[in-house]
């Protein structure tokens, strides 16, 4: 769980960036971008429908496009103080940001297999790891506490997404790795214990 001497939120939700053309094609994004498509944004305006009774008066967001476009539209619907916080960008790809798997099988023949057999503790080449990763979530969550009023929303992305949920919640690694996060859904995590709106 969360040490105690670090401030980060009882309650928050957490939603990860609307649909994206990589998204449709299969590209690993990592730290580079795309845009949102309009299934993307529609998910965005759907998000912030669905939140915007709910008393958000900070959104999170990671600095990547893909996040800030989906964070301004929720932000500006529910009336809430937007904060870029760098360190809930997405994993770091590498040399294979920008690839579907059958280009990097090509160009890394060996990376997928290495991959399964640590997944946690590999690291994409030039990039970084889940377990890396795990270290900026904390930082994250603890800025987001001290820059936030009330529970707060935090937009980012589905792998780096796993590492905020399996701190907030205790998970290890291998539960955490077997988390998801779909487009269009926010996650509510209170005290320990997630649900999804």
Request: glycine share 10%; proline share 5%; net charge negative.
């Amino acid at each position: 769980m969360i040490p105690q001497d670090r401030h980060v939120p009882e309650r928050l939700l957490l939603a990860r960036h609307g649909q994206t053309v990589w998204n449709v094609e299969h590209r690993l994004h990592g730290q580079l971008d795309s845009p949102l498509t309009d299934e993307g944004v529609a998910q965005s305006h759907a998000i912030a429908d669905l939140l915007a009774d709910r008393g958000v008066l900070t959104v999170c967001s990671s600095p990547l496009g893909r996040a800030m476009q989906t964070a301004t539209i929720i932000a500006e619907r529910v009336g809430a103080q937007l904060i870029e916080v760098p360190e809930l960008a997405e994993l770091d790809h590498g040399e294979l940001a920008g690839m579907t798997w059958e280009e990097i099988e090509a160009a890394y023949p060996t990376a997928r297999e290495e991959r399964a057999a640590n997944r946690y503790g590999w690291a994409f080449p030039g990039g970084e790891s889940y377990a890396q990763a795990r270290a900026r979530a904390r930082k994250a969550l603890s800025t987001c506490g001290w820059a936030s009023e009330g529970a707060p929303l935090l937009v980012s992305h589905e792998m780096i997404g796993r590492m905020l949920r399996a701190e907030l919640r205790g998970l290890d690694a291998s539960n955490a790795l077997g988390l998801r996060h779909p487009h269009g859904v926010v996650f509510e995590i209170d005290g320990g214990s997630e649900r999804m709106l």
